[in-house]
């Protein structure tokens, strides 16, 4: 624990001015963000008297060993890169918001020459339109549905649109009146755009306009006597009057507004957000926090307001944002949001009347939420406490293993053998910490030395990561050969389990161990690292050999404070080093369900990773063996003939016309289809039978 006294920077050292300020600890890395509009006022108030300060600013002002900070010129700048700073270095002591799931937009694809109208979740993309979020995807598919008699946008992918386009003939939605068939040229390019920007304009809110539209086309339809076509405008009609219907009205003046609402306790907090555009809910989201931080609802506002606002821009930021409580400087908070809208935007909280009662919804969403996260967070750490504990007791653990991690080897009869590592912290996946490897070593089936490959490349590269921060005080002398390190392997997708806690019955000593652990795991310059701490049990998928190999590798490293078990697929038996019987957990056991768990995952990772490489190694072609061609001039070569058949047809003197193509890699690439290319069968012309050759040359 560090004395804040001793890296207090003297008062005359400290600006006045505003800025941004990072805490880090004594191995550099960054655990606390903020910003101030005055930096030598803010500051002070984290070195008065320890016993005067909230009990979570005096652990980070006590873990920390060095302040710094960067002068800025206005508060909305330092907002900006308080923002980007906690995106960047994801410190310990700043509460941040994630969301449980991913949730569906409605998106218009406006940068295609055809747009289309689909759902997409992740990352938005530039030009493209979305609308909500959403809660389910169902219900988007729904509206969409009802809108596309009246707004018959393209749905389709783009390989049934171009296959449409070959055949010349639409696809099913095309014949039933759901889509204007650009792919054919029933609508042009133009008239189809016009379309989805009628679809975007009614999803906005602007409805009125094309309902009064139907009905008067409508009307002077049925005048004229045409009946059929007087019908099918009342069925437009209507289906956008049921799409309509799906989000109520809430606030009567059509007001495009985002309504956050808090609940919270002393540990953590829940946020909703409602997205009101055209004066209906169009869409919600809500996220719950840790608050791992000194702060009260102005600030978990702030927060919130960064998330939310942080990546967007334009139309995506309200003309108005009602909260519970203003940050703590709303001018600052208020012009960031107005830089990302590019217009005027008001921020304050509620007094009266539709919104005031809107609001209250909002908030009874988050207490709601709050209490549902606690329901589910209690009955899940009951359980996986008691399977911790059975583990532990069942293997003669001194303490549960917080942290385990489990290897499984995965290959097609000795070919693509690969290897995974699964991580699981209190008994959640955390699919971050995921890892995969390539057998290097040998070649071959052999699972047992494969297991002692990885086992050996992982735990090394835990003893350099020790070594090279410092934080390795005893260095052990390995007793055998090393493997070397392994390259670091790509993450697995997903989103991050819930950090590592302590001891499963104490939920102090569980807060104490996950803020270990993400100390732990930071490089120096306050970024995550990999392999950064080790387990407290290593599971194996396998009997007594490959639990000998797992130990063996550990030996060598002289690791011999982590625990090593096997299990057996067959009997579902536990294997310990060194034992000659194993362990069998009763078939009702939370404990024995556990491990299963983890060793399902750990082969599922591997299994998938193995199918991967073969079916890459599967779909390789001569033009991968031309040195020097990378893959946008393969992409180019394609492209220009259309296929790797008429690619192989060309001449050298064709290839060369292919912009970036010189004649060099025109004659490689030409050589290396002819040396790729299949020998010609011998045929006898008498019978048309195909001579095939023996093993030893001869024809039959």
Same mark, same amino acid.
């Given at each position: 624990m560090a004395d804040p006294s001793s890296y207090r920077p003297k008062p005359g050292q400290i600006p006045d001015s505003p800025g941004v300020y990072k805490f880090r600890d004594e191995h550099r890395?960054?655990?606390?963000?903020?910003?101030?509009? $005055?930096?030598? *006022?803010? +500051? &002070? $108030?984290?070195? *008065?008297? +320890? &016993?005067?300060?909230?009990?979570?600013t005096r652990t980070m002002v006590t873990t920390a060993a060095s302040v710094e900070w960067t002068v800025v010129s206005t508060e909305v700048e330092a907002l900006q890169l308080e923002y980007s700073w906690i995106k960047e270095y994801d410190p310990r002591f700043n509460v941040k918001y994630r969301d449980d799931k991913s949730y569906p937009y409605l998106a218009v694809t406006l940068n295609e020459e055809f747009p289309r109208v689909q759902v997409m979740r992740g990352a938005k993309r530039k030009g493209v339109r979305y609308f909500g979020p959403y809660g389910h995807a169902w219900a988007i598919r729904e509206t969409v549905d009802l809108m596309l008699r009246v707004f018959p946008v393209r749905t389709c992918s783009a390989g049934v649109f171009k296959n449409a386009e070959r055949t010349g003939r639409p696809c099913l939605l095309g014949y039933i009146g759901k889509c204007s068939a650009p792919c054919v040229g029933r609508v042009t390019p133009e008239e189809h755009r016009d379309l989805a920007e009628d679809?975007?304009?009614?999803?906005a809110g602007r409805t009125g306009t094309y309902i009064r539209r139907l009905e008067k086309d409508m009307m002077q339809a049925a005048e004229e006597m045409e009946y059929e076509r007087a019908a099918r405008l009342r069925d437009d009609a209507e289906a956008l009057r049921r799409a309509m219907e799906k989000s109520a009205v809430v606030l009567a003046d059509a007001t495009d507004a985002d309504l956050i609402a808090v609940a919270e306790d002393e540990l953590e907090a829940a946020v909703q957000i409602f997205h009101v555009r055209g004066g209906r809910v169009r869409g919600q989201r809500g996220w719950v926090t840790d608050k791992v931080e000194a702060v009260d609802t102005a600030g978990l506002v702030e927060h919130a307001l960064q998330q939310l606002y942080g990546e967007e821009s334009g139309d995506s930021v309200p003309k108005e944002v009602l909260v519970p409580a203003l940050p703590e400087d709303p001018e600052a908070v208020s012009q960031w949001l107005a830089d990302r809208r590019g217009s005027q935007v008001s921020l304050r909280i509620p007094q009266r009347g539709d919104k005031k009662d809107l609001m209250i919804t909002v908030q009874r969403n988050a207490q709601q939420a709050l209490g549902l996260h606690k329901t589910k967070r209690a009955s899940d750490l009951t359980t996986r406490s008691r399977a911790l504990e059975e583990i532990a007791e069942a293997l003669g653990l001194d303490t549960a293993p917080l942290r385990v991690e489990c290897f499984d080897i995965s290959h097609l009869q000795g070919d693509d053998v690969v290897a995974s590592m699964v991580v699981f912290e209190d008994g959640l996946a955390r699919k971050s910490e995921y890892r995969r490897f390539q057998i290097k070593g040998f070649e071959g089936q052999d699972d047992v030395r494969s297991m002692h490959e990885v086992i050996g490349r992982r735990f090394k590269r835990y003893l350099q990561e020790k070594e090279r921060t410092g934080e390795w005080e005893e260095t052990p002398a390995p007793t055998g050969p090393v493997p070397a390190p392994a390259p670091a392997a790509p993450e697995a997708d997903g989103e991050p389990a819930a950090a590592v806690a302590a001891a499963p019955l104490r939920e102090e000593s569980r807060e104490e161990t996950r803020e270990e652990i993400r100390e732990e795991s930071r490089e120096d310059d306050g970024r995550p690292k990999r392999f950064a701490y080790p387990p407290q049990l290593v599971v194996v998928d396998g009997g007594q050999p490959q639990v000998a190999a797992a130990k063996r590798a550990l030996d060598e490293l002289g690791i011999d404070d982590i625990a090593v078990c096997g299990l057996a697929k067959r009997l579902e038996e536990v294997w310990l080093p060194d034992d000659d019987d194993p362990v069998v957990l009763p078939r009702s056991s939370e404990g024995l369900y556990l491990?299963?768990?983890?060793?399902?995952?750990?082969?599922?990772?591997?299994?998938?990773?193995?199918?991967?490489?073969?079916?890459?190694?599967?779909?390789?072609?001569?033009?991968?063996?031309?040195?020097?061609?990378?893959?946008t001039r393969k992409q180019a070569l394609i492209k220009h003939f259309g296929s790797v058949k008429k690619l192989r047809q060309a001449t050298i003197d064709e290839i060369c016309e292919v912009p970036g193509i010189g004649r060099r890699t025109a004659e490689s690439v030409a050589a290396a289809f002819v040396a790729a290319a299949p020998a010609a069968p011998a045929v006898n012309t008498a019978t048309g039978e195909i001579i095939e050759e023996d093993d030893g040359g001869s024809r039959t």
């Open positions: 890395r960054v655990i606390y963000v903020g910003k101030a509009k $005055n930096l030598r *006022q803010r +500051l &002070a $108030n984290y070195f *008065q008297d +320890l &016993a005067g300060l909230h009990p979570r679809f975007c304009d009614f999803m491990l299963q768990r983890i060793r399902d995952e750990a082969h599922r990772f591997a299994i998938t990773y193995q199918r991967a490489k073969r079916a890459k190694r599967i779909r390789s072609s001569p033009l991968d063996d031309v040195p020097g061609l990378g893959d």
